[in-house]
């Protein structure tokens, strides 16, 4: 089945696109879809998710216009990435996930997603936002911006993301995604009352 298929037939299930899916249901949809990658992919504009494999390049990243660097996996094997590295022309932003189901990544939802509406907020901004491979930290965090930012559902981020990129955030993180999506939809549905 495709992505869009499992996510109209999830719509039809439960009657809106604003309740949110289980964790099982996530998982079903993001197995849809492509499973392969490329090394860097723009899932948004001037936004790019990808592995350390780009993201170890610098002239890679200057290539692709890159002015701040936001790395989900910082202080990790063969992901050292700073401001030294990447030098004064770039900013750059670490934070020190693992990618483990039990590691609470919900904890820097809204400082990172700040973070990437400052970059894209600058002239000429583009961000890359990396972890080791660019399927699960850096896409719960790109998935968590647009929820905050845009105002995207968790299962429309997900569908967004997914047009350009595979991604695969593991259980934990699906779940953190589901509590932010819960809040957001009610803080919402709130204001329209205030």
């Not at 050292?80 to 900013?91: I, K, R």
């Not at 990396?130 to 905050?148: F, K, P, T």
């Not at 932010?180 to 709130?190: A, F, G, S, V, W």
Request: charged share 20%.
């Amino acid at each position: 089945m495709s992505n869009v298929s499992a996510t109209v037939t999830f719509q039809e299930s439960c009657g809106s696109s604003s309740a949110t899916p289980s964790a099982r249901e996530l998982v079903r949809i993001l197995y849809g879809g492509k499973r392969f990658n490329n090394p860097v992919n723009e899932v948004w504009p001037n936004l790019f998710i990808g592995d350390m494999s780009v993201a170890n390049d610098r002239y890679s990243v200057w290539k692709l216009g890159i002015t701040h660097v936001l790395n989900a996996a910082h202080g990790r094997q063969h992901s050292q990435g700073s401001n030294a590295f990447y030098g004064p022309a770039m900013l750059y932003h670490g934070v020190p996930a693992d990618d483990s189901p039990s590691f609470d990544l919900s904890q820097y939802f809204y400082s990172t997603a700040d973070y990437i509406q400052d970059a894209l907020d600058t002239p000429h901004g583009e961000i890359l936002v990396h972890c080791a491979v660019g399927v699960s930290r850096s896409a719960s965090l790109v998935l968590a911006y647009l929820m905050i930012h845009h105002h995207y559902s968790l299962l429309d981020a997900i569908t967004k993301v997914k047009e350009h990129r595979w991604i695969f955030p593991n259980m934990g993180f699906l779940k953190q995604l589901r509590v932010l999506d819960e809040k957001l939809h009610t803080e919402r549905y709130e204001k329209k009352f205030i």
